[in-house]
């Protein structure tokens, strides 16, 4: 039984990581960005700021120590600050949004069985979904 319970404290874990780099990637968009365009993506980055968060208080509660922003490498946020110009840099963070809700998508079939908060998972996921769309609008293309 505790390695059933070890799994979903992992995938709690890496999703806290997982935010925290996207929030990292988020703050390097907002530096490269165009003022009109910064609340936008200011609001966008919010939305991982309350998921990292609410997903940080699950992982404590389960007794674990959720990651922190010092514990991320900056890995996303290096894709970011690789843009060339504000429609690459609105491409890169849609397809980093993609990531993060296919994450989403399999922690929570993954995990479903032992969380109870599957849809908290499934409503964070849809965020990231609405985020892309956004900046796929931003950016001139289809969402």
């Known amino acids: 039984m505790a390695a059933r319970q070890a799994e ?7 999703l806290v990581r997982l935010n925290f780099e996207t929030i990292r990637a988020y703050q390097a968009a907002i530096r490269l960005s165009p003022a009109t365009l910064r609340p936008r993506l200011a609001a966008l980055m919010a939305d991982h ?27 996303l946020a ?39 908060l599957a ?5 964070f996921q849809s965020m990231c979904r609405r985020g892309r769309n956004t900046l796929m609008a931003a950016q001139g293309g289809n969402p």
């Open 8 to 14: 979903p404290v992992a995938l709690l874990r890496e």
């Open 49 to 75: 700021e309350v998921q990292a968060r609410r997903l940080a208080a699950e992982t404590a509660r389960a007794g674990a120590h959720p990651p922190t922003a010092r514990d991320v490498r900056g890995e």
């Open 78 to 116: 290096a894709r970011v600050e690789g843009a060339q110009g504000e429609a690459d840099v609105l491409g890169r963070l849609a397809d980093i949004e993609e990531e993060v809700a296919r994450a989403y998508a399999q922690a929570a079939s993954e995990a479903a069985p032992d969380l109870p």
């Open 119 to 123: 849809a908290t998972l499934q409503e």
